[in-house]
């Protein structure tokens, strides 16, 4: 099943001005392009994401799932993929 891309995430794409599609991986969620160059694969199949909690729970519950998923990501949020998966999809 390919992952559905959110506004949000193509309105942060944009901030950070890359190009997203949904990843090649059958695990992983989105690519990131700079240009034609793939920089970065992430979300992992099966786990939700800010956006997703926005859709399905909404923003009050989202936000407190954003606060959690950054303090127990907080050591790899600085690595290249969790750069941009904090970026991106949180």
Sequence with gaps: MVYTITDYSKKQAEKYDVIIKPSKKKNKKIDIYKGD????????????????????????????????????????????????????LW
């Design 37 to 88: 160059q793939l920089i970065a694969t992430i979300g992992q199949k099966g786990y939700k994401d800010y956006p997703t909690y926005m859709i399905e729970e909404g923003k009050e519950y989202a936000d407190k799932r954003r606060k959690l998923y950054k303090q127990r990501h907080k050591n790899n949020l600085n690595s290249k993929n969790g750069k941009w998966a904090n970026r991106i």
